[in-house]
């Protein structure tokens, strides 16, 4: 008898969870899967901090293009302001095309875009290819919050929210650093770094399962991401009015998170402070300030709406001690309260936000959210430029965004008690 030919190896089916099933939060799949997560949340602010110590060099090679002056700090700032005007459209593309595959996809052609400037000549080619570097943060940025949303929920979904803006300050500081460096060897050298995202690529189609209306585990009385219930909830309407409150917030929050990352090298210079080790070691203590406040965050129980008016009041207090500083310490000291209180809101701010979202319209209701924050960002430096211009002076600046930080936490807190006073003779 001839011998029997082994059967092919079958092909390899991409792993979906069978109805109801809990995708677990031990284990080496569950570990990969997160690092996956956050190293995709991590290259949207890549794009944002990489090539800002390069600038000058940038501005000197293109010296001589009529408008460079311009155009070279836009290559800086229009990725943010494409991720802003192009974050709903990728959350309409996410709800239906897939979370998954286009995740993979956004994160090749950010390698694609990101590193496009290491040959291209015309200074208005590279704005038009980091504009497009703004695309596919949008993409990448809107599928990897959309994806916590869907794999876990509870306390769980806040750890990870949390670890998301943990990862984002981190980084920010960190990838500075690795631009400052790489930029040493020449102005387009930092570009290169955007190709770490072709080695994620496929590490993102092996390691994150796709994900179903019952993947991840459904909210539960105590909050403790176990699934207690796998049914799924009727489809409703998409609650535009439910987000446009807490999107309106995170515009003027991401004003407020992004004050001192921006501005802290000024008001030092301001204070008669010019070394950079000192710069350096300001903007990482106000860092770590910004990860204390996730941690915290992670590790406080319920809801976080009762806590947001606290948070802006903490902010407003570090913004307070920042306009009155004359000194270094004092100015250092408020930057880290300050930036404890933004470690708190945006991780509360998304929560809430993801709180009022189904699966069916997560991605749309994350990509509304992820502009209005990247709105927020771009306009961060514009809002305090025109204050400073009116003002005079920077720390005035400072001090008029912690005086509307402070109404922003009065207006929130009368409105807690006015609805708590409404709802309190219906419970009777």
């Given at each position: 008898m001839p011998a029997s030919v082994p059967p092919p190896p079958p092909a390899y089916v991409e792993p979906v969870p069978p109805p109801g099933a809990v995708l677990p939060t031990s284990g080496a799949a569950h570990r990969l899967r997160v690092a996956l997560l956050m190293a995709g949340s991590c290259l949207p602010i890549l794009g944002a901090v990489l090539i800002a110590p390069v600038l000058p060099k940038m501005q000197n090679h293109f010296a001589d293009v009529p408008g460079a002056g311009a155009l070279v700090p836009m290559a800086l700032t229009v990725p943010a302001l494409a991720l802003g005007l192009l974050a709903p459209f990728a959350g309409v593309i996410v709800d239906r095309l897939g979370r998954k595959r286009l995740l993979i996809a956004a994160t090749v052609l950010y390698a694609i875009f990101g590193t496009a400037p290491l040959w291209l000549e015309s200074l208005g080619a590279i704005v038009a290819s980091r504009a497009l570097v703004g695309i596919a943060e949008a993409a990448i940025m809107t599928c990897c919050t959309t994806l916590i949303g869907d794999y876990y929920s509870g306390r769980v979904r806040d750890r990870y929210l949390a670890l998301q803006t943990m990862c984002a300050s981190a980084s920010a500081t960190a990838f500075f650093v690795i631009g400052g460096a790489a930029g040493s060897a020449g102005w387009r050298t930092p570009f290169w770094i955007y190709a770490v995202s072709l080695l994620i690529a496929p590490l993102m189609a092996i390691g994150l399962p796709k994900p179903t209306a019952a993947t991840g585990a459904a909210e539960d009385g105590d909050g403790d991401g176990e699934r207690t219930d796998t049914t799924v909830a009727p489809k409703r309407s998409f609650p535009f009015r439910q987000l446009a409150g807490i999107?309106?917030?995170?515009?003027?929050?991401?004003?407020?998170?992004?004050?001192?990352?921006?501005?802290?090298?000024?008001?030092?210079?301001?204070?008669?402070?010019?070394?950079?080790?000192?710069?350096?070691?300001?903007?990482?203590?106000?860092?770590?300030?910004?990860?204390?406040?996730?941690?915290?965050?992670?590790?406080?129980?319920?809801?976080?709406?009762?806590?947001?008016?606290?948070?802006?009041?903490?902010?407003?207090?570090?913004?307070?001690?920042?306009?009155?500083?004359?000194?270094?310490?004092?100015?250092?000291?408020?930057?880290?309260?300050?930036?404890?209180?933004?470690?708190?809101?945006?991780?509360?701010?998304?929560?809430?936000?993801?709180?009022?979202?189904?699966?069916?319209?997560?991605?749309?209701?994350?990509?509304?959210?992820?502009?209005?924050?990247?709105?927020?960002?771009?306009?961060?430096p514009l809002a305090l430029i025109a204050a400073e211009s009116a003002l005079g002076t920077l720390a005035s600046a400072v001090g008029l965004l912690g005086l509307a930080a402070a109404v922003v936490a009065a207006g929130l807190f009368l409105t807690a008690r006015r609805r708590a006073a409404a709802v309190a003779p219906l419970s009777q």
């Open positions: 999107c309106g917030l995170t515009v003027f929050g991401a004003l407020v998170f992004y004050t001192v990352p921006v501005e802290m090298s000024y008001l030092l210079d301001d204070l008669g402070v010019t070394a950079t080790s000192v710069i350096g070691l300001a903007t990482a203590i106000a860092s770590a300030a910004t990860v204390a406040g996730a941690i915290t965050f992670a590790k406080l129980r319920g809801t976080p709406g009762p806590r947001l008016p606290l948070v802006f009041a903490l902010c407003s207090a570090g913004f307070a001690v920042m306009w009155l500083a004359n000194s270094a310490p004092l100015l250092i000291a408020g930057a880290v309260l300050n930036c404890l209180g933004t470690g708190l809101l945006l991780p509360s701010l998304l929560t809430i936000a993801m709180s009022r979202l189904d699966f069916a319209d997560r991605g749309r209701g994350t990509g509304l959210w992820t502009a209005s924050f990247f709105i927020g960002q771009f306009i961060c």
